[in-house]
Nanobody
Framework: EVQLVESGGGLVQPGGSLRLSCAASGFTFSTYFLTWVRQAPGKGLEWVST????????TYADLVKGRFTISRDNAKNTLYLQISNLKPEDTAVYYC???????????WGKGTPVTVSS
């Protein structure tokens, strides 16, 4: 059974930093692309970043470039999202997701909430 479990969210002040983690199991982690998607309160899903299976190809949404860093540790079956210089508009539930070989999201985690507020 594929499982994706996010952690690391919380309440942080503007300008602060967080590192989100996503622990994966139930599939061969090192052979799949992974992605982070977020959903702000009352809004739709927004793609944040994707990393290739080896970690050597990374893409970011324009809104987060320069502040978010995606990475993965294939030895630990864990995906990360380092977020710096947090802004109130980054407040959202952050989901990690697994991409199928045809580049569609086929599994989601349950999400970890991030609230940016003073």
């Amino acid at each position: 059974e594929v499982q994706l479990v996010e952690s690391g969210g919380g309440l942080v002040q503007p300008g602060g930093s967080l590192r989100l983690s996503c622990a994966a199991s139930g599939f061969t982690f090192s052979t799949y692309f992974l992605t982070w998607v977020r959903q702000a309160p009352g809004k739709g899903l927004e793609w944040v970043s994707t990393v290739s299976s080896t970690g050597d190809t990374i893409t970011y949404a324009d809104l987060v470039k320069g502040r978010f860093t995606i990475s993965r540790d294939n030895a630990k079956n864990t995906l990360y999202l380092q977020i710096s210089n947090l802004k109130p508009e980054d407040t959202a539930v952050y989901y990690c997701a697994k991409l199928s070989y045809s580049s569609n999201i086929d599994y989601w985690g349950k999400g970890t909430p991030v609230t940016v507020s003073s």
